[in-house]
């Protein structure tokens, strides 16, 4: 397709982009809070990433061939300063090397000093970004990079995304955990989150203002600013919000009123569901710890003659289509073979005993339980194709069930012998990590909803059909048959009531929602919205109109150019789709809801509020495919609108498209819907790592060549 619009004016930059957790191999003795958070909370680790730092140049030489005049990375604080003081050298010169290449390749260099992680020494021993020497120390470290760089560096970010660092201080009612590190302690209260948020929002003002004025001490031309990831959101909305973020009182009240407990706490036809629900199938609901750990397989009949995934090819391979699983197998699966759905596993494997298909995917620990008759009829093709981890689910307005449901979970075993894996009790917040691990109240309090299940007399649990215990090809109960029982016992003392409730697989989270959840969702909305997914109370503490406890003098104004990230939005008639910046924010991006016309009222709000100053576009793009949009499509919708803003007299100086290859997306399994990369690398299965070009390339390349030429 060939893009419109009258072009972009000489000197515009367009560029592409990288961060270093995302892409720099694993460094045990360096390692970062994300790192930590990964294993502590049994999440995708980075391993090698794309071992960036050693093959730099050639993803450095591909953004130059396809016309970038900006490149981004970051340092990895954690490698330039391993101890607290101690600087090394060799890190530092091998970023300014990097540096050095970017230049050599005719392009600008962006730097970004914190792109979401920070050393553990840090957060360990000086309290993180909320602790009381975190401005004088990222300044320390600030002052020790922009010396090692030189002049290399035009553009300097100092936080990548300040919005989204609030995520590791506040835990809604709707989420069991918190989304980042480094989290905090269990059973903080809602007034310890918005005391530690009321002490990170300055902490990052005055770091940022001092880091500024250290970088442009050494270097005095240097442009130094942030990049806040804006959402965009219909105008009246907006203003209501940056309303409320000017007024720190009625902010802390409203974050307080929104993420103390649900309205409704009630629940449908059950009141858990203990049905193979993985992590990542919901967002919607109360979720225990897990209680057991599994895997993608491919199982055959153990007649089958083929070895390995490739022998698939051109044959018939069933899946059940419930929540993960076929988007999972496009992963996972060859091309070239027949996908046949099902409604639950008992189909799957009567029609693989019959012959219908010849391989049977899904999850290993529903494909062959241990209860299963015959299982020796059948042998594992491939396993470990990728890691699951089953919950509890309940509705929202839980917590203290949720409470006991972990107290069981943590003493459970998922077989009988005890032999199989478990993640085992996961620390809340990285402090609980420093101490030794997680650990759970030695008793639950009453609530309302406790003392309406306890006088009601039973405990509703669904469970699958085709769960051992219910499934007709199954012997005895299986792990949710016994996790069932132990549950009753801990919360009605009496494991008599239990009720269990057989719930066919698709329909199975259905069971938990009631008349009223629309209420919670409108509550979710509104606190999300106003407080959590805002992005401008930075924008405004620049101009000066934060409360000065938030914003301190010093820091209003200290800014070179406006930077923002945009990727998502809903307009007016959209906001019903609010639940997929939700997904989003879980790492489940293909439904991402797609907005692009958000962009160009964003940099227009922007335009007024900073008369004069370029803009840059730090951070946009798409996985292959976002809201039915796929990415091509994304990339001209955007940059048409930044066309159409440049055309209205709009500052923007620069565009960096995420990313310029594959990387490893904060903890999430890799898959379609994190792989932002022009340059596609099989994370997980090429050894070699090679980068592939994607069809946007080359639209990519196309757009670049439209900036006029100089002269």
């Known amino acids: 397709m060939e893009p419109s619009g009258v072009g972009f004016p000489r000197g515009f930059l367009f560029g592409t982009a990288n961060a270093d957790h995302q892409v720099e191999a694993w460094d045990p003795g360096r390692e970062d809070v994300w790192d930590a958070w990964e294993h502590s909370q049994g999440l995708t680790a980075r391993g090698r990433a794309t071992d960036f730092e050693t093959r730099y140049e050639e993803d450095i030489r591909a953004a130059a061939a396809m016309g970038c005049r900006l490149f981004r990375f970051s340092i990895a604080w954690a490698r330039v300063e391993p101890e607290c003081g101690c600087f090394d050298d060799a890190a530092l010169a091998h970023y300014r090397r990097m540096a050095e290449c970017v230049k050599a390749s005719g392009m600008q ?9 920070w050393p ?11 602790g009381a020497e975190f401005p004088r120390l990222f300044t320390r470290y600030a002052r020790q990079v922009a010396a090692a760089l030189g002049a290399e560096v035009d553009w300097w970010i100092t936080f ?12 809604p009612w709707w989420q069991n955990r918190y989304y980042m590190p480094p989290g905090l302690p269990r059973g903080s209260s809602v007034n310890a989150e918005a005391g530690a948020v009321g002490k990170l929002v300055p902490n990052l003002f005055l770091a940022h203002a001092r880091a500024r004025a250290v970088i442009r001490e050494i270097h005095p031309h240097a442009k130094v600013g942030v990049n806040p990831l804006v959402t965009g959101f219909p105008g009246w909305l907006q203003k209501l919000m940056d309303w409320g973020a000017c007024h720190r009182g009625l902010s802390e009240a409203l974050f307080k009123f929104t993420t103390r407990r649900a309205l409704i706490s009630g629940s449908g036809g059950v009141d858990l569901v203990i049905g193979a629900v993985t992590e990542t199938d919901q967002t919607r609901l109360e979720t225990s710890d897990p209680y057991a750990t599994t895997s993608k397989a491919v199982m055959v009949l153990a007649s089958w003659n083929g070895q390995g995934i490739g022998s698939l090819v051109g044959k018939r391979v ?6 993960n699983q076929v988007a999972a197998a496009r992963r996972d699966l060859p091309a070239g073979l027949r996908r046949v759905l099902f409604a639950n596993y008992d189909e799957l494997r009567t029609s693989l005993r019959s012959g219908r298909i010849d391989a049977a995917y899904g999850d290993a620990w529903m494909l062959r339980p241990p209860e299963l008759q015959d299982g020796d009829d059948f042998r594992w093709l491939a396993e470990g194709l990728s890691e699951e981890h089953y919950v509890v689910v309940a509705a929202h307005g839980n917590p203290r069930l949720m409470q006991a449901v972990d107290r069981v979970v943590a003493a459970f075993s998922p077989t009988r012998e005890g032999r199989e894996p478990k993640p085992g009790v996961r620390p809340l917040s990285l402090h609980e990590m420093f101490s030794g691990g997680g650990s759970l109240p030695g008793r639950v309090s009453e609530n309302r909803a406790l003392r309406r299940l306890r006088k009601r007399g039973r405990l509703r649990v669904g469970l699958r059909i085709d769960a051992p215990g219910l499934s007709g090809q199954c012997t005895g109960e299986g ?20 009720e269990i409730v057989p719930l066919e697989p698709g329909k199975r989270l259905a069971f938990l929602e009631s008349h009223g959840t629309w209420l919670n969702w409108a509550w979710r909305f509104w606190g999300t919205t106003s407080l959590i997914a805002n992005a401008s109370w930075w924008y405004l503490g620049m101009l000066g109109r934060l409360p000065e406890e938030l ?13 923002l990230d945009y990727y998502w939005g809903l307009p007016t008639s959209g906001l019903h789709k609010f639940r997929l910046l939700e997904e989003a924010a879980h790492g489940r991006f293909l439904r991402a809801p797609v907005w692009p016309e958000g962009l160009r009222h964003a940099l227009r709000r922007l335009a007024r509020w900073f008369p004069g100053q370029e803009i840059m576009i730090v951070e946009n793009g798409c996985p292959p495919e976002a809201g039915g949009i796929r990415r091509g499509e994304y990339m001209d919708a955007h940059l048409r609108e930044v066309e159409a803003a440049i055309d209205e007299g709009i500052p923007v100086c620069g565009y960096n498209w995420w990313s310029i290859t594959s990387n490893r997306e904060w903890g999430h399994p890799f898959d379609p819907n994190t792989d932002f990369g022009l340059y596609f690398v099989d994370l ?18 196309d757009w670049c060549a439209r900036v006029a030429k100089e002269g």
């Open 120 to 130: 553990l020494w840090l957060e360990r021993d000086h309290g993180g970004m909320i």
């Open 479 to 498: 792990a949710e048959y016994r996790l069932a029982r132990a549950v009753a016992r801990e919360v009605m003392g009496d494991e008599s009531m239990l």
């Open 109 to 117: 260099v962006m730097v970004t000093l914190h792109h979401f992680v």
């Open 318 to 323: 069933g899946l059940v289509a419930v929540g």
């Open 160 to 171: 990548n995304e300040p919005s989204q660092l609030t995520f590791g201080y506040i835990k």
């Open 684 to 701: 997980d299965r090429d050894p070699t790592l090679t980068r592939v070009p994607t069809p946007e390339v080359e639209r990519y390349r």
């Open 551 to 563: 914003c301190p003098a010093e820091a209003v104004g200290a800014q070179d150019f406006i930077g």
